[in-house]
Nanobody, 121 residues
Framework: QVQLVESGGGLVQPGGSLRLSCAAS????????MGWYRQPPGKQRELVAT???????NYADSVKGRFSISRDNAKKTVYLQMNSLKPEDTAVYYC???????????????WGQGTQVTVSS
């Protein structure tokens, strides 16, 4: 069984920074893409950023230049460094992993349970 566990959320003032982490556990052999999505209050879940096993990244236009995604393949962990945070960044942030190969099977997509990020003065 594969699990994604997020950490690092919380309350921060506008202009501040937070760093989210997401660690994958289980009998994992490889993970293709990992990423972060978010769901603002009353809105649908949206893409924030993704990163492939080779390090190629993709960002939502709303976070380009402010957020940075990275991963440590050996630790099976993905990070999201969020700078210059705005109130509109307030959301539940979810970790996502695509094409997770384990000794038993291939999981096409796995989600974490989410971590709350609130940007407010």
């Amino acid at each position: 069984q594969v699990q994604l566990v997020e950490s690092g959320g919380g309350l921060v003032q506008p202009g501040g920074s937070l760093r989210l982490s997401c660690a994958a556990s289980g009998s994992i052999l490889s993970i293709n893409a990992m990423g972060w999505y978010r769901q603002p209050p009353g809105k649908q879940r949206e893409l924030v950023a993704t990163i492939t096993s080779g390090g190629s990244t993709n960002y939502a236009d709303s976070v380009k230049g402010r957020f940075s995604i990275s991963r440590d393949n050996a630790k099976k962990t993905v990070y999201l460094q969020m700078n210059s945070l705005k109130p509109e960044d307030t959301a539940v942030y979810y970790c996502n992993a695509k094409r997770v190969l384990t000794r038993e099977t291939m999981h096409l997509e796995v989600w974490g349970q989410g971590t709350q990020v609130t940007v407010s003065s």
